[in-house]
T-cell receptor
Framework: GAVVSQHPSWVICKSGTSVKIECRSLDFQATTMFWYRQFPKQSLMLMATSNEGSKATYEQGVEKDKFLINHASLTLSTLTVTSAHPEDSSFYIC?????????????FGPGTRLLVL | GIQVEQSPPDLILQEGANSTLRCNFSDSVNNLQWFHQNPWGQLINLFYIPSGTKQNGRLSATTVATERYSLLYISSSQTTDSGVYFCAVPRRGRRDDKIIFGKGTRLHILP
C-alpha cells in the first residue's frame, strides 16, 4: 500500500515551453500532496503544499506563476513549469500523505528529471 | 525553524560491514522519518520513529527524543544499500505537516 506514481519520469524540452508533471496516489486518498525540488548531490527542498480543492501554498522564494499546482482530486496533483528555462532543470519529486494511516508519514513518487535546453 | 544535521556526510564501506548513521535535531519533534534514496532517485520509507527502537531486517533505528537525536543502524551491508540516507522531521517540530530533510549521508558499499 501507499504507492505514489509520477509521470513522466524524465522530460527534455526547449527553453520557453511549459511542462506538466503528474503525481498520483494509487491506493489511497491524499488530501495533501507536496512538491519538492532536488539539485544534484543536495537535499530535498519543499516547493509547495497542494491541498485538494483549494489553492496551493508556496514556500518563500518559489514563484507561484512559474510553478502552477493543481490538486483537482484526492488522488491527483499536477505541477506545471511554465516557460521553462535552463535554470529550472532539476529533479522534481512529489509526495502524498496518507491520512488514513493515522501517521504524519509522507510517501514519495519516483521523481521527474527535467532538462531544459 | 528546526535544524537537522546528519553525520557522516559520506561513508564508504566494504560489503558485509556494519554502519551507524546519525541525525541530530535542534528542537522537540513528534515525528521522525528515515528514508533511503536509491541511485535512481526513489525515496523509500525506512522508519517512522518519533521515539524508541524499531527493527526491520538488517536495518534498525533508535530515536532518543529527549536528547534530540536518532540513529540508523545497517548491519551486514550489501551493495544494494548504496544511496543517500535522509532523516526528516516536522519543520516546526510538532503539528506541522511540512517536513524538513537533513543533508543526508551518502553511503557507498563496495563489492
Amino acid at each position: 500500500g501507499a504507492v505514489v506514481s509520477q509521470h513522466p519520469s524524465w522530460v527534455i524540452c526547449k527553453s520557453g515551453t511549459s511542462v506538466k508533471i503528474e503525481c498520483r496516489s494509487l491506493d489511497f486518498q491524499a488530501t495533501t500532496m507536496f512538491w519538492y525540488r532536488q539539485f544534484p548531490k543536495q537535499s530535498l527542498m519543499l516547493m509547495a503544499t497542494s491541498n485538494e480543492g483549494s489553492k496551493a501554498t508556496y514556500e518563500q522564494g518559489v514563484e507561484k506563476d512559474k510553478f502552477l499546482i493543481n490538486h483537482a482530486s484526492l488522488t491527483l496533483s499536477t505541477l506545471t513549469v511554465t516557460s521553462a528555462h535552463p535554470e529550472d532543470s532539476s529533479f522534481y519529486i512529489c509526495s502524498a500523505r496518507n491520512r488514513a494511516s493515522g501517521r504524519e508519514t509522507q510517501y514519495f513518487g519516483p521523481g521527474t528529471r527535467l532538462l531544459v535546453l | 525553524g528546526i535544524q537537522v544535521e546528519q553525520s557522516p556526510p559520506d561513508l564508504i564501506l566494504q560489503e558485509g560491514a556494519n554502519s551507524t548513521l546519525r541525525c541530530n535535531f535542534s528542537d522537540s519533534v513528534n515525528n521522525l522519518q528515515w528514508f533511503h534514496q536509491n541511485p535512481w532517485g526513489q525515496l523509500i520509507n525506512l522508519f517512522y520513529i518519533p521515539s524508541g527502537t524499531k527493527q526491520n531486517g538488517r536495518l534498525s533505528a533508535t530515536t532518543v527524543a529527549t536528547e534530540r537525536y536518532s540513529l540508523l543502524y545497517i548491519s551486514s551491508s550489501q551493495t544494494t544499500d548504496s544511496g543517500v540516507y535522509f532523516c526528516a522531521v516536522p519543520r516546526r517540530g510538532r503539528r506541522d505537516d511540512k517536513i524538513i530533510f537533513g543533508k543526508g549521508t551518502r553511503l557507498h558499499i563496495l563489492p
